[in-house]
Nanobody, 127 residues
Framework: QVQLVESGGGLVQAGGSLRLSCAAS????????MGWFRQAPGKERELVAA????????LYADSVKDRFTVSRDNAKNTVALQMNSLKPEDTAVYYC????????????????????WGQGTQVTVSS
């Protein structure tokens, strides 16, 4: 059974930082691209950042470029999202997800390309 468990969310003031982590089990983690998505109330789920199984490239939403950094540790089956210079508009539930395909060479952005999802962790940024 595949499990993705996020941690690290919380309440932070604008300008602050948080580090989210996602621990994966039940799948061959090193073979799957991973993504971080977020969903704010009344809005669609959107990609925040993604990293392929190789870890040699990354993809970011324009709104988080230069503020967020995604990384993975295949030895520990974890993917992290370092979030700096947080803004109130970053407030959302953040989810990690695993690409449905193994060894995909490209980084994918659509939620439909991801099969496995965590339960989400709330990030709230106060102004």
């Amino acid at each position: 059974q595949v499990q993705l468990v996020e941690s690290g969310g919380g309440l932070v003031q604008a300008g602050g930082s948080l580090r989210l982590s996602c621990a994966a089990s039940g799948l061959l983690f090193s073979r799957h691209g991973m993504g971080w998505f977020r969903q704010a109330p009344g809005k669609e789920r959107e990609l925040v950042a993604a990293i392929p199984w190789t870890g040699d490239s990354t993809l970011y939403a324009d709104s988080v470029k230069d503020r967020f950094t995604v990384s993975r540790d295949n030895a520990k089956n974890t993917v992290a999202l370092q979030m700096n210079s947080l803004k109130p508009e970053d407030t959302a539930v953040y989810y990690c997800a695993a690409d449905r395909w193994e060894f995909r060479l490209s980084v994918v952005a659509a939620p439909g390309d991801y099969t496995y999802w965590g339960q989400g962790t709330q990030v709230t940024v106060s102004s």
